[in-house]
């Protein structure tokens, strides 16, 4: 009796040790007094960068160093995420965690500077570039002496300082009008555009390193889609200078007033729309069916059928398309009757998080090598679905026109994001309700972005 009472006392005491240890290792100051790996985020006091600065302390892991030149972002963004950290409790000490330096990636000596002042820096995160899709198509040059060159002079000085993990924030733009859907990783690649063209040129250099030196370079690239949301404390989001690039700020800016009213850039697209039904669709008169299966998987993967509708009324064709998504026995149906485009709109959170998780994967395998990935949730959402969940967000109407496409714009792109959860184990959990409730919430606390309504006047 006596031995198993000490015994069942060992057991008691190691438990206690156990519980103890585990705990302390999720604290704080546990997390404090351990070796922390130091990042370095590019762009990060933008849009995705700030989300992901955000992530990267709430897992306690990471000092954070973020270069950006604040010519489209806002330090605010930074203040805000050191808020959110101390609100959440994930770390004491934040101030020494977060640290910013205004440097533009093309610029020798402000990275000598960056990289002499922290040279515990381990990794590197890169979203600093000109990012619209239209200004690339007008101001080609810029795009590629920033995106390109600046990328390069990154690239020299990680090399020299011997930091091999690399995250790049590619785009999906890179495959241009695809051939194939859903997109995967070994998709061609064709960008339509010079901002995807920078991007392409950047994976392509990555990939020339990498095989140079292998030793040297261990490299992610991130395709990601089309991010769209907020944080949902309201804290932190998207905030555009100037005439918003892309969607979800113009709808958002139109919901508080900012702005008169939307234009959904792609009247004439051959693609899904989201906003009728088939019903809708077969009371059309002139109605010309022809049938293309895409692809046919049985037992137990799904079947796809892509359905082209040609109508015609009074005198103007219009077209229309359908898809048909049937596992087993299960038809769920589509029809849709404008030409919006469709795109893989995925929370920002959700990226966010993607990129810890790929930044977590270069630390735990230093033989990754060079691989791409998509971050998306594989679902194609169009400009109108968009509209009607920031109209059921607001629960106000969202008034719209429709107009042409822009410069290099494709009409439908969403991603097989399989790959990212089989090499990563992420996943996007978030969906168009979440992105269009947090925009809002974004949006309704913070009208002017990062400014107050007398600052945004006198910058105008």
Partial sequence: MKSMNIFLSIVSLVLSYTGVSAFAASTPAAAAAAQLRTVLVTGGAGYIGSHTCLELLATGKYNVVVIDTLDNSSEESLKRVKELVKLGGGCDDVEGR????????????????????????????????????????????????????????LLRHLQSRSIPNFVFSSSATVYGDPEFLPLRENARLQATNPYGRTKLFIEEILRDCHASD?????ILILRYFNPIGAHPSGKIGEDPQGIPNNLMPFIAQVCVGRREKLSVFGDDYDTPDGTGTCANM??????????????????????????????????????????????????????HKCHSGVRDYIHVVDLAKGHVA?????????????????????????????????????GKPVPYVMAPRRPGDVATVYADPKNAEDMLGWKASLGVKEMCEDTWRWQSLNPFGYNTEEEKVLEQ
């Fill in 214 to 218: 292998p030793e040297k370079w261990n």
């Fill in 358 to 394: 790929a930044l977590e994967k270069l630390y735990s395998n230093n033989k990754l090598g060079c691989e791409a990935v998509n971050l998306g949730t594989g679902t194609g959402v169009s400009v109108l679905e968009l509209v009607e969940g920031m109209a059921k967000a607001t």
């Fill in 282 to 335: 077969c009371s059309h008169e002139n109605i010309i069916y022809s049938f293309m299966p895409d692809f046919c998987h049985v037992l137990g993967v799904h079947c796809y059928l892509y359905y082209f509708v040609l109508v015609t009324q009074n005198t103007k064709e219009k077209r229309f398309s359908f898809l048909i998504k049937c596992p087993f026995f299960h038809a769920h149906i589509h029809a």
């Fill in 98 to 153: 977060l640290h910013f330096r205004n440097c533009d990636i093309r610029d020798e000596k402000g990275l000598c500077n960056v990289f002499d002042e922290f040279q515990d820096i381990s990794s590197c995160i890169h979203f600093a570039g000109l990012k619209a899709v239209g200004e690339s198509v007008s101001h080609p040059l810029s795009y590629y002496d920033c995106n390109v060159g600046g990328t390069t002079t």
